[in-house]
């Protein structure tokens, strides 16, 4: 626990729906949610479809060359290509040319200078100038990033398009009373990009990389997936999202892997309470890390196995399947929950309906990662190997 203080977007000098006050917050998260009802995902996922599509060409190419395929890299590409085009309406284009666009790879240096500007002007401010001394090259990036974020929202805004976009619901409440400024288009613009396509690309990988560990359980998923169409182009997100072994596979990824793996932060009201029979003074930050309550003993049996089917098994009644909340609850729960799951659900679906995976020696510790906010994931190397169909 630890004194509240405000805070701004890094780098654009306003709050964006993360980090905004109890005042700020409800007004940004309004007009963000007319981008994030179902109406407006529904139209879009034949534009979702499309990158998915074009993930699996780019990924029978490699099965026919019998490439290794870094899973961690594909995921990525298509998730920000999709957030790019949904909230800028062009893509990075990372799909088309098989590789991260220098954006992304900037990210991790930002999100690891975040990291440590927090920690320094938190813990020892004395040490903010030998920082600047020595991490000149990675703030360099930091400042990158922001910049080019920055031009992407700028040449957005010029941009005149008959397709709506985020930025599209943004810019028709900018000039509201209760709406959005430019400088908190550009931010939350920002923000949406890292929060939506990092963290399911995340958890798309520990998905592959839990399952490879899991044959059997891997085994009934394709099974689930294999039995429920007669074509591809019939995986739809309606007809994925009736599927129970998958959503519990991602149920137990969630746990054992969160893409975002912290506290989240709620503030004490002025006054103090208590809280767990402690008395906690007001203006207090206090937040539980979510790997320690996922991997609980106390909550769920066997913690530290992956069993999808604890979610549904009766064996595994006794487990307190609530504390599992990878999106947050509250006013303050994640925005683009139902997105995440669109792109999960068809971009695993797909990928086991055309293909049988494998992984490759070397890679049984690649969980064993350094967390930035984001997990700073390594190459997680696969084979595949194309399904043939009569």
Not at 185 to 193: D, G, H, K, Q, S
Not at 274 to 286: K, M
Request: net charge positive.
């Amino acid at each position: 626990m630890e004194k509240s203080g405000g805070s701004s977007s890094e780098g654009f000098g306003t709050q964006n729906i993360v980090n905004a006050d109890a005042k700020t917050h409800p007004r940004q998260r309004r007009v963000l949610s007319y981008a994030f009802g179902d109406k407006a995902l529904r139209e879009r996922e034949g534009l979702i479809a499309q990158y998915v599509d074009l993930l699996m060409k780019r990924l029978h190419d490699k099965a026919a060359s019998d490439d290794t395929v870094d899973i961690t890299a594909w995921f990525n590409y298509t998730t920000f290509d999709i957030l790019g085009d949904l909230a800028f309406s062009e893509s990075f284009h990372c799909l088309e040319n098989s590789r991260y666009h220098p954006w992304i790879l900037m990210k991790i240096s930002n999100m690891k200078m975040v990291v440590w500007k927090n920690l320094v002007n938190r813990y020892v401010p004395v040490l903010g100038s030998l920082m600047r001394l020595f991490a000149t090259e990675v703030m360099a990036q930091s400042d990158e990033v922001i910049r080019l974020s920055k031009r992407r929202a700028s040449q957005r805004l010029t941009l005149e398009t008959s397709r709506p976009d985020f930025m599209t619901h943004m810019l028709q409440h900018s000039n509201e009373r209760n709406g959005m400024t430019t400088a908190e288009v550009e931010a939350n613009a920002y923000v949406l990009i890292i929060a939506g396509s990092e963290t399911t690309a995340t958890l798309l990988t520990g998905a592959v990389f839990y399952l490879l560990l899991n044959p059997a359980a891997l085994a009934r998923l394709v099974k689930e997936i294999r039995s429920s169409f007669s074509a591809e182009a019939d995986i739809t997100d309606a007809a994925v999202s009736k599927l129970p072994y998958l959503s519990a596979v991602f149920n137990e990824t969630f746990r054992l892997y969160p893409p975002v793996d912290g506290a989240s932060n709620r503030v004490v009201p002025e006054g103090g309470a208590f809280i767990d029979g402690q008395f906690v003074p007001g203006g207090t930050r206090v937040g539980i890390p979510v790997t320690a309550a996922y991997q609980c003993r106390h909550y769920f049996r066997k913690p530290n196995l992956f069993i999808p089917e604890r979610w549904s098994d009766r064996a595994y009644d006794s487990d307190e399947k609530a504390v599992l909340q990878p999106f947050g609850v509250g006013p303050r729960n994640c925005i683009g929950r139902t997105l995440a799951y669109m792109e999960m659900r068809l971009i695993m679906s797909r990928l086991l309906w055309n293909f049988d995976i494998e992984l490759l020696p070397g890679q049984k510790n690649w969980s064993d990662q350094k967390l930035f906010i984001l997990w700073d994931k390594g190459p997680l190397n696969i084979r595949l190997n194309a399904v043939e169909r009569k």
